[in-house]
């Protein structure tokens, strides 16, 4: 949970246990729960304490402990990992008419499984009507993906020979000056170039959290949505960490020419600057100035 969801939980009057494990439900004379038995850990949060269980007594408990896939009946549907694959349809590949999503494609938050659910709505309701799914708008993708971009602009590398090159600078198969490091990393603010950017305040959201007292039966949205105009500037304070937005930093300030606009006829969206290697001396100014962090010299640690 984020910080502020404990603060508000506190204070409607929530009760936050640590270092305890459930262990049991326990059962009333009609079968159903009563209580969660739960047996103390140390401090580490991870060794039980032999003895130490006890009952808390409840009228409604709720699973929320990371839980795996039950497969019981659907052992044909699942994969290695006890969960469900699915295509860009929440359907599951190889099984038409079978359609999934949330935490059993894959465990996330509430709101992606409100996505992925409203998405599979649409694909059963064009699977009934006999009608195709067709392709989803591109709003889906969680990744840019250049060589896409580069086929859209009918700028696709050439293929590939597999014969032995002394350089690829000015072979028409490579690509250079691009890696799509979204998927493997985060850029962190040591590496962008603070100094390109003003300062500008944060627009916060007020809150609405209510008391013990005024908990039951609040319906009000907690978070209050910013002003259009506050919106609007928040989306102008995004520093467009690990990519690039042609600020041209790096064809300016590099001392060999070797950074370079890449020509109009070549460019198209995520292509914009290529180095020549025949001028650059890897002297690292170009990384240093760059706003985003866009740069990796690729040296390791």
């Given at each position: 949970?984020?910080?502020?969801?404990?603060?508000?939980?506190?204070?409607?009057?929530?009760?936050?246990?640590?270092?305890v494990?459930?262990v049991?439900?326990?059962?009333?004379?009609?079968?159903?729960?009563?209580?969660?038995?739960?047996?103390?850990?140390?401090?580490?949060?991870?060794?039980p304490?032999?003895?130490?269980?006890?009952?808390?007594e409840?009228d409604?408990?709720?699973?929320?402990?990371g839980?795996?896939?039950?497969?019981?009946?659907?052992?044909?549907?699942?994969?290695?990992?006890?969960?469900?694959d699915?295509?860009?349809?929440?359907q599951?590949?190889?099984?038409?008419g079978?359609?999934v999503?949330?935490?059993?494609?894959?465990?996330?938050?509430?709101?992606?499984?409100?996505g992925?659910?409203?998405?599979?709505?649409?694909s059963?309701?064009?699977?009934?009507?006999?009608e195709?799914?067709?392709?989803?708008?591109?709003?889906?993708?969680?990744h840019?993906?250049?060589?896409?971009?580069?086929q859209?602009?009918?700028?696709a590398?050439?293929?590939?020979?597999?014969?032995?090159?002394?350089g690829t600078?000015?072979?028409?198969?490579?690509i250079?000056?691009?890696e799509?490091?979204?998927?493997?990393?985060?850029?962190p603010?040591?590496?962008?170039?603070?100094?390109?950017?003003?300062?500008?305040?944060?627009?916060?959201?007020?809150?609405?959290v209510?008391?013990?007292?005024e908990?039951?039966?609040?319906f009000?949205?907690?978070?209050?949505?910013?002003?259009?105009?506050e919106?609007?500037?928040?989306?102008?304070?995004?520093?467009?960490?690990?990519?690039?937005?042609?600020?041209?930093n790096?064809?300016?300030?590099?001392?060999?020419?070797a950074?370079?606009?890449?020509?109009?006829?070549?460019?198209?969206?995520?292509?914009?600057v290529?180095?020549?290697?025949?001028?650059?001396?890897?002297?690292?100014?170009?990384?240093?100035?760059?706003?985003?962090?866009?740069?990796?010299?690729?040296?390791?640690?």
């Amino acid at each position: 949970a984020a910080e502020h969801e404990i603060h508000d939980a506190q204070r409607e009057g929530i009760e936050i246990i640590d270092c305890v494990n459930p262990v049991e439900l326990v059962l009333d004379d009609n079968g159903r729960a009563k209580a969660v038995r739960v047996q103390k850990l140390e401090a580490d949060g991870k060794t039980p304490i032999e003895g130490s269980e006890y009952d808390i007594e409840m009228d409604l408990i709720v699973a929320a402990i990371g839980q795996g896939g039950k497969l019981d009946g659907f052992e044909e549907l699942g994969n290695d990992r006890h969960l469900i694959d699915a295509d860009q349809h929440y359907q599951v590949p190889g099984k038409p008419g079978h359609f999934v999503a949330g935490d059993i494609v894959r465990p996330h938050l509430l709101t992606t499984a409100i996505g992925q659910a409203s998405i599979a709505a649409e694909s059963v309701d064009h699977f009934l009507k006999h009608e195709e799914l067709g392709k989803r708008p591109k709003v889906d993708k969680h990744h840019f993906n250049l060589l896409e971009k580069m086929q859209e602009a009918g700028l696709a590398p050439a293929e590939y020979d597999h014969t032995s090159t002394w350089g690829t600078s000015e072979s028409d198969f490579a690509i250079h000056n691009f890696e799509d490091r979204a998927k493997q990393e985060i850029i962190p603010a040591e590496k962008l170039f603070l100094g390109h950017f003003e300062y500008t305040p944060r627009h916060k959201r007020e809150e609405d959290v209510p008391t013990a007292d005024e908990v039951l039966g609040h319906f009000a949205e907690r978070m209050k949505p910013l002003p259009e105009e506050e919106a609007i500037q928040e989306a102008d304070r995004c520093m467009s960490c690990g990519m690039c937005f042609e600020c041209d930093n790096c064809v300016i300030f590099c001392p060999q020419d070797a950074v370079y606009r890449v020509p109009k006829d070549k460019h198209t969206m995520g292509r914009y600057v290529a180095t020549d290697y025949k001028k650059c001396i890897g002297c690292h100014i170009c990384a240093d100035v760059c706003p985003t962090g866009y740069i990796d010299m690729a040296m390791g640690e």
